[in-house]
């Protein structure tokens, strides 16, 4: 029976900018949220469990992917990911600029924003991975927090 999942998950730290206790916090979550459970196929794989790396290099996302008898880099450009990364990293912005003071309601607004935005950056991953490595919708949702870590800017 094949074992198409991820056991582990790496950011790679040389690309990886600073971040706030609440983007750690994050980070930390999503990998172990992916670890838990997630469904990753590499296109041309028996089964897993799998090892991911990810990296930001050359504006390319680079998913260099290692299982028991594969071993695939992808390199994706950045480019058609870009304007839903910026809108979600400023509304996570707001997000917690509103923890801190703001009511629940616009707590609340704010949020329902940061999702939507999320679950499409979520289907964007997805799409450009295509061919590649197929995923369902919660470990593409995962991925997409680890590529805004990455590409977040301090």
Excluded: W
């Excluded at 469990?49 to 680079?62: A, E, F, M, T």
């Excluded at 197929?134 to 997409?144: Q, S």
Aim: hydrophobic fraction near 35%; aromatic fraction near 8%; charged fraction near 30%.
């Amino acid at each position: 029976m094949s074992d198409h999942r991820l056991a582990s998950v790496e950011l790679d730290e040389t690309t990886l900018p600073s971040a706030t206790a609440e983007i750690e916090h994050e980070r930390r979550v999503a990998i172990f949220d992916l670890i838990e459970k997630n469904s990753f196929e590499p296109e041309g794989s028996d089964g897993g469990p799998y090892g991911l790396k990810l990296s930001l290099q050359d504006n390319r996302l680079v998913f260099d992917i290692t299982g028991v008898d594969y071993g695939r880099t992808y390199a994706l450009s950045l480019t058609p990911l870009k304007s839903v990364l910026k809108d979600y990293l400023l509304i996570c912005d707001s997000y917690y600029e509103a923890l801190r003071g703001s009511s629940v309601t616009q707590i609340e607004a704010v949020d329902m924003g940061r999702r939507g935005l999320h679950n499409e950056g979520a289907e964007q991953l997805k799409a450009r991975l295509e061919g590649k490595v197929a995923i369902d919708h919660e470990t593409a949702r995962r991925l997409f927090t680890l590529v805004c870590a990455l590409y977040r800017r301090g």
